[in-house]
């Protein structure tokens, strides 16, 4: 009994490792999105042609071939920012001014305050953030060919081919960034506000291009129903308007932004933080909407009625 238990655990094992070895999964990451040549190119033309075609004409087939030339054939451990200079060099093109906006933490907020660039420019509405877009992605040492399986995290090597990416795409960004700056933080975050290290302390605030820039505007904007962690002049924000201010830009700083507090009320139209004005009086607004609410139920009811009147007369 205790042998068959044991050969069971043998052959268990023994399947396990030739499984893990099929699989070839080497790395604790996700490995590389499914069909990633035809969503950069696709992507890109998408950008190009639809999203912005201010940035003119691109050769996305080229800056594929570049972008894939960056991390194929090499260790997925040793990809640098500046292996991915050639795709950023051929998707580059103009940050309009007073567009862009940094963030933490807070992507998908910054996703739809953006607007795909129609309000501002975030790295994620410029052409090479764009394409990269929540994607991911690694090849292997002597083979062209992506490892679909698995890819590095940032635990497992800092320089692996999706983070050395965004550095060079964050570092780009910054550079080419001008007028007036916004960055908009997570006041209910964690990690802190202004994580350091970070994207935006390590490898953006460095490469701001002090000349072309004329004010700093900092929002720090909390959940509606999250934890009022961090606001401005205190922790971690206090200490990135300090480091801004010591290299010589004008700061300011606002806590809960309102047009960015308005987008976040979409999801909480009922809570208190979320009345959209307090300055009309509570007579005048009230048989206002109640009345629009009564109208509405009437309308429902009359439907209603008819919807049973026909049902009626085919049966
Ligand atoms: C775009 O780049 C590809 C690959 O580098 C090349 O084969 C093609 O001729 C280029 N197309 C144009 C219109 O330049
Ligand atoms: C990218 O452009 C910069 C500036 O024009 C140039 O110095 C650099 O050599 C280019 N790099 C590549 C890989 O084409
Ligand atoms: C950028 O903002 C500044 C300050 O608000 C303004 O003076 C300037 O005209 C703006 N530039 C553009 C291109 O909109
Ligand atoms: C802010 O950070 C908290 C905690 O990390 C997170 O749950 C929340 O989704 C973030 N808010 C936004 C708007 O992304």
Same mark, same amino acid.
């Given at each position: 009994?205790?042998?068959?238990?044991?050969?069971? *655990? +043998?052959?268990?094992?023994?399947? #396990?490792?030739?499984?893990?070895?099929?699989?070839? @999964?080497?790395?604790?990451?996700?490995? &590389?999105?499914?069909?990633?040549?035809?969503? +950069?190119?696709?992507?890109?033309?998408?950008?190009?042609?639809?999203?912005?075609?201010?940035?003119?004409?691109?050769?996305?087939?080229?800056?594929?071939?570049?972008?894939? $030339?960056?991390?194929?054939?090499?260790? /997925?451990?040793?990809?640098?920012?500046?292996?991915?200079? =050639?795709?950023?060099?051929?998707?580059?093109?103009?940050?309009?001014?007073? @567009?862009?906006?940094?963030?933490?933490?807070?992507?998908?907020?910054?996703?739809?305050?953006?607007?795909?660039?129609?309000?501002? #420019?975030?790295?994620? !509405?410029?052409?090479?953030?764009?394409?990269?877009?929540?994607? $991911?992605?690694?090849?292997?040492?002597?083979?062209?060919?992506?490892?679909?399986?698995?890819?590095?995290? #940032?635990?497992?090597?800092? %320089? %692996?081919?999706?983070?050395?990416?965004?550095?060079?795409?964050?570092?780009?960004?910054?550079?080419?960034?001008?007028?007036?700056?916004?960055?908009?933080?997570?006041?209910?975050?964690?990690?802190?506000?202004? /994580?350091?290290?970070?994207?935006?302390?390590?490898?953006?605030?460095?490469?701001?291009?002090? !000349?072309?820039?004329? @004010?700093?505007?900092?929002?720090?904007?909390?959940?509606?129903?999250?934890?009022?962690?961090?606001?401005?002049? &205190?922790?971690? *924000?206090?200490?990135?308007? $300090?480091?801004?201010? &010591?290299?010589?830009?004008?700061?300011?700083?606002?806590?809960?932004?309102?047009?960015?507090?308005?987008?976040?009320?979409?999801?909480?139209?009922?809570?208190?933080?979320? &009345?959209?004005?307090?300055?009309? /009086?509570?007579?005048?607004?009230?048989?206002?909407?109640?009345?629009?609410?009564?109208?509405?139920?009437?309308? =429902?009811?009359?439907?209603?009625?008819?919807?049973?009147?026909?049902?009626?007369?085919?049966?």
């Amino acid at each position: 009994m205790k042998s068959l238990f044991l050969s069971l *655990v +043998v052959v268990s094992v023994l399947f #396990m490792n030739s499984f893990s070895e099929v699989q070839g @999964k080497k790395w604790k990451g996700e490995g &590389t999105t499914k069909n990633l040549e035809s969503i +950069v190119i696709g992507r890109c033309y998408n950008y190009i042609r639809i999203v912005n075609p201010a940035v003119g004409e691109k050769n996305c087939s080229e800056i594929w071939e570049a972008f894939k $030339n960056a991390f194929i054939n090499k260790d /997925p451990c040793s990809i640098l920012p500046k292996d991915y200079e =050639l795709v950023i060099n051929l998707s580059l093109h103009t940050i309009p001014p007073n @567009k862009s906006l940094f963030w933490e933490n807070n992507q998908l907020l910054v996703k739809s305050f953006a607007d795909r660039g129609r309000r501002y #420019m975030s790295l994620g !509405d410029t052409l090479f953030g764009f394409f990269g877009d929540f994607l $991911n992605w690694c090849g292997q040492a002597n083979s062209a060919g992506l490892d679909y399986e698995s890819c590095p995290t #940032m635990e497992e090597c800092e %320089n %692996n081919a999706v983070d050395s990416f965004w550095r060079m795409a964050s570092i780009t960004y910054a550079q080419h960034s001008s007028g007036v700056i916004h960055v908009l933080l997570n006041g209910s975050a964690v990690g802190g506000a202004y /994580p350091a290290p970070g994207f935006f302390a390590d490898y953006e605030i460095p490469n701001l291009q002090k !000349d072309k820039i004329s @004010k700093i505007v900092i929002w720090v904007v909390d959940d509606i129903e999250g934890p009022d962690i961090e606001s401005c002049g &205190t922790h971690t *924000v206090k200490i990135l308007e $300090n480091r801004l201010k &010591t290299l010589g830009y004008d700061v300011t700083c606002t806590d809960n932004y309102k047009s960015v507090m308005f987008l976040l009320c979409l999801d909480y139209p009922d809570d208190s933080k979320c &009345t959209l004005s307090s300055s009309a /009086p509570a007579a005048q607004r009230g048989p206002i909407s109640s009345d629009r609410g009564g109208s509405w139920n009437k309308l =429902l009811f009359v439907s209603f009625l008819g919807f049973l009147f026909r049902f009626a007369l085919v049966y």
